[in-house]
Structures are given as C-alpha cells and as structure tokens.
C-alpha cells in the first residue's frame, strides 16, 4: 500500500501532526524528492535510516524557508558559512553550519548541512510548518533519487509518511556542499550551483 499524498493547498494540520509523531514527509526540492523529518526528533531520523536502508551515523542535510528556521537548531547568527551563503541563497547550495549541541540529524557531529532551497513551494511550506526539516533524497541508499510522486509514496508504503505531491520533478545534479575553512570554500560535492559562483563576499 503505497503512502498517502498531500497537495499544495491542503489542510496543514495532518503534517504537523505527522512530523510531531516522528513520521516521515517526502518533499520536492530542486531536483529530487527528499525525506523530511524534524532534525531534533530521534524516532523521525531513525525512520529514514531505515527507509533508505543507510548506515547509522551518517548525518541528514537539513533544509529551512530562512535563517530564523536555522537559528531554532542552534545555528549562531555570526556563522560565517550561513552569511556567506546567504548571498546566495535561496539556491541549491548546501553549508556545514557550527550548531550549540549536536542533533539527531546530525548524527553526534557539532555541524548540520544547512540550506535555504530554491523551491518557492517548499519555502512556504515550511515557514506554514514553523520549522527547518531534514532533505535527504528519497531513495534506497545507492539507488538514484526518485522524481515520480508514484514511486515516492511506494517507497513509504506501510510507513508513517505522507508525500507532498509537487509533480514530478526534472532531477539534475544535487545542491553543492561546501564547507568554509576561514580563508575559502572547501567543496565537498560539485552540485547544482558552479564553484566559480561560491560567495566569496
């Protein structure tokens, strides 16, 4: 039994619910669908894992509708990773960001993957839903990212989740990770946005 569909435009309050359970909400992004769930919520983190069949450890990006979202995860105002990309943000661009205490999404780590998208829909979605969610692409780890709303809500058959329809999406490369050393951008994974485009101030 595949997952049930939510369209733009539904009552908001079946997905408050959903993520204050622990379930799981896939989302369109830029490219791919994602797996979202509240980053500071074990039983939701552990759910991916298992979804994607992914080792325990790895950390989950997160993505957020504005630097506020990010602050309520313990993202500091002054990070200098977040005001750099925010000269370019919304966009397909992905930070290590320092946080106060590591979270589930985390994965132990004092760093969270952080973006603010570049996906107006999503945007407002999650400013409705009042909080940043993780966005790791809906998949069985190894497999390519699912773009076909179908497929999606097959892979969350006989989960808790819910599949935010939002068409079927034109796939392409990820967001590009990047984390700041002090004096430059350290790529991590060539993505969506060029290097040569890196704020750089």
Do not use: C
């Not at 506020?68 to 990773?81: T, Y």
């Not at 190894?142 to 058959?157: I, K, S, T, Y």
């Amino acid at each position: 039994m595949s997952a049930p569909r939510w369209r733009f435009g539904d009552d908001m309050a079946p997905l408050r619910a959903l993520l204050a359970r622990g379930g799981i909400l896939a989302i369109p992004t830029e490219s791919s669908y994602g797996l979202a769930v509240d980053p500071r919520s074990v039983a939701g983190v552990e759910a991916i894992y298992r979804v994607k069949a992914r080792e325990r450890g790895k950390p989950l990006p997160v993505v957020a509708a504005d630097v506020a979202q990010l602050a309520a995860l313990g993202v500091a105002a002054n990070d200098e990773a977040v005001r750099r990309a925010a000269l370019v943000w919304p966009g397909a661009f992905t930070v290590l960001a320092k946080i106060a205490e590591p979270l589930p999404a985390s994965a132990g780590e004092p760093a969270l993957a952080v973006r603010l998208p570049d996906h107006a829909e999503l945007r407002a979605l999650l400013a409705a839903l009042g909080s940043a969610l993780t966005a790791t692409s809906a998949n069985r780890s190894g497999e390519p990212p699912l773009l076909d709303p179908a497929e999606v809500a097959a892979l969350l058959g006989g989960e808790d989740a819910v599949v935010v329809d939002g068409g079927t999406l034109a796939g392409g490369p990820p967001s590009t990770l990047a984390a700041w050393t002090g004096t430059r951008w350290n790529v991590l994974r060539a993505g969506r946005l060029p290097i040569s485009s890196l704020p750089v101030d």
